[in-house]
């Protein structure tokens, strides 16, 4: 982040990205360097953004984001290739240890350059299967379940699947977007709806037609 002219602007595909950098925003000397120079010198170049909650988080540091209505990283892609030229100076990609090869692949082949950085790792909540088997007892075989990434599908799946037991099929799985309902489907999961974007709108309409048509 302290060079922004080693670079030719920013991706950001996850919210937790943002909050590994404002993390090192916070950091006294950090900050005013951010404040005085950074921020402005950054704001000369792009930060390409998959949604509204990272742009929102993007804006928070005082950047402006692009390609927020993207929704997923595949689409992001194409619209930095719409927009930048081959062979121009790398863009920064602060990520996540399970990151997908989709956009890194796309702008290679287009031959825009990625400098990929992982900034944060996904892994498994300490209290999840005592969480989730606090709500069955509590609350019974839900009506729907929501997966917003194929890391949900891998840590909680197991413990939903054990603690539906006969009544899994009765459940409606929805999910946030195609990259989760690829995940949900290679684990054997029947996806009774995607979102057709990745917004609180879109999901709850996917959802309440999904129940309608079992008349849940």
């Known amino acids: 982040l302290s060079h922004p002219e080693c670079y030719g602007g920013l991706v950001f595909t996850s919210p937790r990205a943002l909050e590994a950098i404002k993390i090192c925003l916070k950091e006294n000397s950090n900050n005013d360097a951010w404040s005085k120079s950074l921020k402005q010198r950054w704001n000369t170049?792009?930060?390409?953004?998959?949604?509204?909650?990272?742009?929102?988080?993007?804006?928070?540091?005082?950047?402006?984001?692009q390609g927020e209505k993207s929704g997923n990283a595949e689409k992001l892609a194409e619209y930095i290739c719409?927009?930048?030229?081959?062979?121009?100076?790398?863009?920064?990609?602060?990520?996540?240890?399970?990151?997908?090869?989709?956009?890194?692949?796309?702008?290679?082949?287009?031959?825009?350059?990625?400098?990929?950085?992982?900034?944060?790792?996904?892994?498994?909540?300490?209290?999840?299967?005592?969480?989730?088997s606090s709500y069955f007892s509590q609350q019974g075989i839900p009506a729907s379940i929501v997966?917003?990434?194929?890391?949900?599908?891998?840590?909680?799946l197991q413990h939903i699947q054990k603690l539906s037991g006969?009544?899994?099929?009765?459940?409606?799985?929805?999910?946030?977007?195609?990259?989760?309902?690829?995940a949900m489907e290679a684990a054997g999961i029947p996806v009774s709806c995607t979102a057709e974007s990745p917004t609180p709108q879109d999901l709850a309409a996917g959802i309440q037609k999904a129940l309608q048509l079992q008349n849940c």
Do not use: M
């Open 82 to 132: 719409s927009r930048e030229k081959p062979n121009s100076s790398a863009f920064l990609f602060p990520c996540g240890a399970l990151k997908r090869e989709v956009l890194p692949t796309v702008l290679r082949e287009k031959g825009i350059p990625l400098e990929s950085l992982t900034v944060y790792q996904t892994t498994q909540h300490t209290d999840l299967q005592e969480s989730l």
């Open 166 to 182: 006969d009544f899994i099929n009765h459940i409606k799985f929805a999910a946030i977007g195609p990259t989760t309902a690829e």
């Open 147 to 156: 997966f917003f990434s194929p890391s949900g599908v891998k840590f909680c």
């Open 45 to 65: 170049k792009p930060a390409y953004v998959v949604g509204k909650a990272t742009a929102s988080l993007v804006e928070e540091i005082g950047l402006t984001p």
